[in-house]
């Protein structure tokens, strides 16, 4: 199985500041043939399903933000917000979909300072 | 616009059983696979499996074969999730998920249906 791992497991950030999230897979998700990382982020607020940001490691999903930013290749990826907004406060998951089982990460607390 | 709509909470004693329902609208059913995903409380997101919808077979991760069965009625563009033999463990949200068509990407979540198992 491939194993994720986030860190940090919480953060806070100030309004209008900047916040990372990094993963970690235990194999690589990069699927050689077509060049593509098979890593995806979701959002979860609070009483709401998860909602996918961003697919393939770096493609924003129509309607998201553009201060979202995936990032990464191989093995080690990062989800930068490049300006916090109230809005995003949530739990943010990192989800390989390279080959099952699927995993996700244990997610990352996303708070204001 | 894709819809997913689940069917409501669940309270159920240890040892019986529930179903879950999820009804798909706004695309073609059998296009895209199903995925369940299940979050206990306060925890995170693991995933239970997938169906095909377009030949019904499906996959298991590890830890929920015997137990947990999916199911699908494409008449009623409609997944299922059969549980058996609830244990207190099962208590959980569980969700239904959308497929992409590339990759095994869920890209539309429904919104869930909680399950309670207490005597």
Not at chain 1, 18 to 34: D, T
Not at chain 1, 35 to 43: D, E, I, R, S, V
Not at chain 1, 76 to 102: G, K, M
Not at chain 2, 101 to 109: C, F, I, Q, T
Request: proline share 6%; charged share 15%.
């Amino acid at each position: 199985d491939i194993v994720m791992t986030q860190s940090p497991d919480s953060l806070a950030v100030s309004l209008g500041e900047r916040a990372a999230i990094n993963c970690k897979s235990s194999q690589s998700v990069l699927y050689s043939p077509n060049k593509k990382n098979y890593l995806a982020w979701y959002q979860q607020k609070p009483g709401q399903p998860p909602s996918l940001l961003i697919s393939w490691a770096s493609t924003r999903e129509s309607g998201v933000p553009d201060r979202f930013i995936g990032s990464g290749s191989g093995t080690d990826f990062t989800l930068t917000i490049s300006s916090l907004q109230a809005e995003d406060v949530a739990v943010y998951y990192c989800h390989q979909y390279y080959s099952p089982p699927l995993t996700f990460g244990g997610g990352t607390k996303v708070e204001i300072k | 616009q894709v819809h997913l709509v689940q069917s409501g909470s669940e309270l159920k004693k240890p040892g019986a059983s529930v179903k879950v329902s999820c009804k798909a609208s706004g695309y073609t059913f059998t296009d895209n696979g199903m995925s369940w995903v299940r979050q206990a409380p306060g925890q995170g997101l693991e995933w239970v499996g997938y169906i095909s919808t377009n030949t019904g077979n499906p996959t298991y991760a590890q830890g929920f074969t015997g137990r947990f069965v999916f199911s699908l009625d494409t008449s009623i563009n409609t997944a299922y999730l059969q549980i058996t033999s609830l244990t207190p463990e099962d208590t959980a949200i569980y969700y239904c998920a959308r497929i992409a068509v590339a990759g095994d990407l869920a890209d539309h979540w429904g919104p869930g249906t909680p399950v309670t198992v207490s005597s």
